[in-house]
C-alpha cells in the first residue's frame, strides 16, 4: 500500500492531529503526513475542505475534515474501533467524555491571558473538571472493560489511545496535573508505551511545542 | 431484538435527534422524560451523572452524540460504509461547532454582552457554518438532498432539529441557503417522521 492513497493535512503540532497519527501508527498504516507552520496556513486554507484542518485526504481527492471524525475513520479501517456497534459506542463515549474535558481546557484554561484569572481558572480545572473526570474514567472502565489495560473489552482501541494522547498533552502543559491520575492509568499507559509500533513513532515524531 | 430505553428531560435538546432516529426507523422505546424535580434522585443512576443516556439491554451508554450514532447504524441511518459513516460524522461534527459557538451568547449572564455576541452570532457565525453546510451537503450528497448519498441519515435529522431552535431566534437565517431550506423540507415530507412531528409534545428547545 503505497503512501500516496492516504494524505493527513494538520500544522506542525500535536493538538488536533496528534490522536489521529497514533491511530495510523498503531495500525502500521503508511500515510503523507503532511505539516505545515502558520506561517504556510493561507496556502492551504483554500485547498481544505471547510477551510480548516486537519483533513483526510483519500487517494480519489475526497476530503473529510473534523479531527474526530477522521480519527474514528482511520480507527475503523484499522480494527481499532470495537468489534461490533454496541463496543464501538462503548468506545465513542469514552472520547466524548475526555473530548468534554480537553475542550474545557481549550476554553477556559489555555484562552485566558490575564495571569490571575488564569491561576484561578487552572486551580478551578485541576481541583473540579481533572478530579470529576478522573472519576469519570474510572467508571466507564469499570462498565466496559474485561481487561486491566484497556477501556472497552480486551483489546486496544482509539479510546486508549485518545486518553493516552490527552494526559500527555495535559502533562506536557500542566505539569501539576500528574498527581491526579493517580496509579489508575499506569498499565494503560505502559502497554501503549511498549506498543510497537507506536513506541517506534513516538520515538521518531518531532517535538512541538503542544 | 434489543429492548431500548431512553431517558432524558422533557425538552427536544440533545435527546431529540435519538427520538427522530427511532421515529425514522419505525423502532420502539421506552422514551422516559425526568421533570427538573424529579433528576436528581436518579442521577446516581447514570453512569456520569449526566443525560440523555441510552440503555440496551441493561448497558447503559452515556453522550447524547454517541447514543445517536449507535441507534443511527442499528437502524441503517448512519451511512452504508465506513467512508459514508465519516462523511455523515462530518457534518454531524460541523453541526456541533456551530451549537458551541451559540453557546457563547447564549450562557452570557450581562445582558448588553450578551446582545452584542447574540448580534455577532446572528450576522458572522451562523452565515459561516450554514454555508459549510451548503459545501458539505453539495459535495458528500450525490446530487441529492440529504446531506450523504442521497439518503437519509442521522446529520439530516439532527441538522433538522438544530436549525428549528436556531429558527425561533431568526425565522429567516435560511433564506440564503436554498439547498439546506430543501434538505429540512424532505425530512419532514418521510411519513414516518411526519407523524411523529406531528404527535409529539410541542417544546420550544
Not at chain 1, 137 to 153: I, N, Q, R
Request: charged fraction near 30%.
Amino acid at each position: 500500500m503505497s503512501s500516496g492513497d492516504l494524505k493527513f493535512y494538520y500544522f506542525d503540532l500535536q493538538a488536533r492531529g496528534e490522536l489521529t497519527r497514533l491511530i495510523l501508527a498503531a495500525a502500521g498504516r503508511s500515510y503523507e503526513d503532511i505539516r505545515f507552520g502558520f506561517d504556510k496556513w493561507p496556502e492551504y486554507k483554500p485547498k481544505m475542505i471547510l477551510g480548516q484542518a486537519p483533513v483526510l485526504e483519500l487517494a480519489d481527492g475526497t476530503q473529510l475534515p473534523q479531527s474526530l471524525t477522521i480519527a474514528r475513520y482511520v480507527a475503523r479501517e484499522a480494527g481499532l474501533a470495537g468489534s461490533d456497534n454496541l463496543e464501538s459506542a462503548k468506545i465513542d463515549a469514552v472520547v466524548d467524555t475526555q473530548k468534554d474535558v480537553n475542550e474545557t481546557y481549550f476554553s477556559k484554561v489555555f484562552p485566558e491571558k490575564d495571569e490571575t484569572k488564569k491561576a484561578e481558572e487552572l486551580k478551578k480545572f485541576l481541583d473540579e473538571t481533572v478530579t470529576k473526570h478522573v472519576e469519570n474514567l474510572g467508571k466507564l472502565k469499570k462498565a466496559y472493560s474485561k481487561d486491566e489495560k484497556y477501556f472497552v473489552g480486551d483489546k486496544l482501541s482509539w479510546a486508549d489511545l485518545f486518553v493516552f494522547q490527552s494526559i500527555q498533552a495535559l502533562l506536557q502543559a500542566v505539569p501539576e496535573v500528574k498527581g491526579k491520575f493517580g496509579e489508575q492509568f499506569k498499565p494503560l499507559m505502559d502497554a501503549i508505551n511498549g506498543n510497537e509500533n507506536i513506541k517506534k513513532y513516538l520515538d521518531a515524531r518531532p517535538q512541538t511545542a503542544f | 431484538m434489543p429492548s431500548y430505553k431512553l431517558y432524558y428531560f422533557n425538552v427536544r435538546s440533545r435527546a431529540e435527534v435519538s427520538r427522530l432516529i427511532f421515529a425514522a426507523a419505525g423502532e420502539k422505546y421506552e422514551d422516559v422524560r425526568y421533570e427538573q424535580d424529579e433528576w436528581p434522585a436518579h442521577k446516581d443512576e447514570m453512569p456520569l451523572g449526566q443525560i440523555p443516556v441510552l440503555e440496551v439491554d441493561g448497558v447503559k451508554l452515556p453522550q447524547s452524540r454517541t447514543i445517536a450514532r449507535y441507534l443511527a447504524k442499528q437502524f441503517h441511518l448512519a451511512g452504508k460504509d465506513n467512508f459514508e459513516q465519516a462523511k455523515v460524522d462530518a457534518v454531524v461534527d460541523t453541526i456541533y461547532d456551530l451549537l458551541n459557538a451559540f453557546a457563547t451568547p447564549f450562557f452570557e449572564k450581562d445582558e448588553a454582552k450578551k446582545e452584542e455576541l447574540t448580534k455577532k452570532f446572528l450576522s458572522e457565525e451562523l452565515p459561516k457554518h450554514l454555508q459549510n453546510f451548503e459545501t458539505l451537503g453539495k459535495l458528500y450528497g450525490n446530487g441529492g438532498h440529504f446531506f450523504v448519498d442521497n439518503q437519509l441519515t442521522w446529520a439530516d435529522l439532527l441538522f433538522y432539529n438544530y436549525i428549528q431552535s436556531f429558527m425561533e431566534f431568526k425565522a429567516d437565517c435560511l433564506n440564503n441557503f436554498p439547498w439546506l431550506q430543501q434538505n429540512r423540507a424532505e425530512v419532514e415530507k418521510q411519513p414516518k417522521i411526519a407523524e411523529y412531528l406531528k404527535n409529539r409534545p410541542n417544546l420550544q428547545f
